[in-house]
């Protein structure tokens, strides 16, 4: 089965400023995808030349089997894509059910305005102008826009920005239900929380290049390194007792101290772990404030963005 | 909000009703009628558009009522010139400056690229705007000449001559409105660059006052507003037909514009 998106060698300049530079990833049908990135990683400028409203210098790009910088594909494509944009807007002096029955007239085969409006978490505001909303239900109406097409790939440009957290976790169940339902998403977030929940795959940009992709849970190989198992230092022990640095230098690959607390980083936190409880108990000791963490979400991305970082290309795992 | 999510349309080629005549007609006159429900809703933009005119003409009514006909007014009642050039001012307003300012305004807001991102094609916004146009300067040049009566100028008899000059200058001035929003990339500069090349053009052209300098005449009769006042002035108070040779001037212009909005429209708000 093709892909509902396909980019590759993607390439886009404004001036001197090289937005994106070498951008490549697919989104499968079905699947929510979230593009990561820093601000000026090139992740809008992406999303736009996806969406038809920028022209690509150079690359392929691929949606829903149209070229979006073709125009004569761009009516077909608009039928079949939704999109809720940061900086799109609706006309103030209109109700709430009159911007979607706008919109609705719009497409070929619309879903119910009624129904979106629920989907939404609109219902009761439906008479409400445009103009009164709060920001959050704003974001709502653009939600229900970007649904009312019946779209089969819907881009969500940062969601949940501005959302409470109730209002977060129930935009997270709609996207999931969209999702079970068939729908396609390709979103962008700041917010690893959101990536972690939502996506089945991240594509990490940086400088105008992909740096990292692959599931949450794996991206940069977090699942596999540098699980970090930290913990008090005895009383009257040194870092050189211990098991994991004196049998495997391999394994554990540093061990400092501050204020007693030892860190282990280990590729094999098993056996690492297994070794040091084990000495542990046999000697008496208690391995006091001992936690046993991956790095998250956030520690990768800040670290694969870091500013100067060089791209990695090792890391990507497409 | 809840999780019941119906099945959005299956991948591959949809097989909705084929875009004939009859479904963009019905796209148009949706769009017309959200396009009017913007409008009136918005108490500023409905009274500019139509209280202005209309105390415009009371004005000149109370300073020239008791003028009959005169050569200064080029053998013509005071009012019976104001009242075409006031219909012809209202219709500038309309098409021309309030377009310009509300597409840069909505261009700013996000508004045009919302509207981008559907299937909604680009001719039919813009034929939407014409026609919320049209409307609009009929039911002012209706208003300016009821008033107009009040003050004795008697009703217009070349009607049809009358819409022929209104909808080709709607339609040209709507073209060049369209020209100016898509030149001016910030909303905030948008009402005074309008306003600015519109109010001498409308000083010349003998809005305010008659003009007998054969020179500024001879140079605003090659510009579009002089022969839209004449091409009104004609059937409105001196019962002649179209003057076709003002109409081909106003379509040229209106055809400049055409070519200025087609070619530098942008709906995004950021430039490339």
Known sequence: ??????????????????????????????????????????????LEILEGFRTRDDGTAEVLGYDPG????????????????????????LTVRETIARAAGYYRAPRGVTEV????????????????????????????????????????????????????????????????????????THDMDEAQALADRVVLLSGGVVVAAGEPAALGGRDAERTRISFRLPAGCTAADLPVSAHSANSANSANSANGMVVVETGTP????????????????????????????????????????????????? | MTTAVAAPRRAGRPAGPPA??????????????????????????????????????????ALFGGIGKSSYFGGLSALQYYVPTIAALSVLGSCYGQ?????????????????????????????????????????????????????????PSHWLAIMLTLVLGAASFCALGVAVASVISNAEAAPAVAQLVLFPLMFISGTYLPIHSALLNGVSGWLPVRPFNE????????????????????????????VVAVRRFRWDPRPE
């Open chain 2, 231 to 258: 091409a009104l002035t004609g059937p409105f108070a001196q019962h002649a037909g179209a003057d076709w040779r003002d109409l081909a001037v106003l379509a040229a212009w209106g055809a400049v514009g055409a």
């Open chain 1, 117 to 188: 409006t629920g989907l939404a978490g609109l219902t009761g505001l439906e008479r409400r102008k445009v103009r009164s909303l709060s920001g959050g239900q704003k974001r709502r109406l653009d939600l229900a826009l970007g649904l009312i097409g019946n779209p089969a790939l819907l881009y969500l440009d940062e969601p949940t920005t501005g959302f409470d957290p109730a209002a977060r976790r129930d935009a997270w169940q709609l996207v999931r239900g969209l999702r079970a339902a068939g729908m396609t998403i390709l979103l962008t």
């Open chain 1, 270 to 318: 098993t056996q690492a772990l297994h070794r040091l409880t084990d000495w542990a108990i046999r000697r008496g000791h208690v391995l006091a404030g001992l936690t046993v963490e991956r790095p998250s979400l956030e520690d990768v991305y800040l670290e694969l963005t870091r500013a100067g970082a060089p791209p990695a290309p090792e890391r990507i795992m497409r």
């Open chain 1, 70 to 93: 073709e125009r004569s594909s761009a009516r077909e494509l608009r039928e079949r894509t939704g999109l809720v944009l940061q900086d799109v807007a609706v006309e103030p002096y």
């Open chain 2, 99 to 155: 377009l310009a300012v509300a597409l840069a305004a909505r261009r700013q807001a996000g508004i045009l690229k919302r509207v981008r991102a559907t299937p909604l094609p680009a001719w039919a916004y813009f034929a939407g705007l014409l026609a919320h146009c049209v409307l609009v300067s009929v039911i002012d040049i209706a208003l300016i000449v009821v008033v107009g009566r009040l003050y004795g100028v008697p009703f």
């Open chain 1, 1 to 46: 089965m093709p892909n509902a998106v396909e980019v590759s060698g993607l390439r886009k300049s404004y001036g001197q400023v090289h937005a994106v530079r070498d951008v490549g990833f697919t989104v499968g049908y079905g699947e929510i995808v979230a593009l990561l990135g820093p601000n000026g990683a090139g992740k809008t400028t992406t």
């Open chain 2, 20 to 61: 004939g005549s009859r479904s963009n007609l019905r796209l148009l006159a949706h769009q017309v009628r959200y396009e009017q429900l913007s409008f009136w809703r918005n108490p500023q933009s409905a009274v500019f558009t139509f209280i202005f005119p209309v105390v415009f003409v009371v004005i000149m009514g």
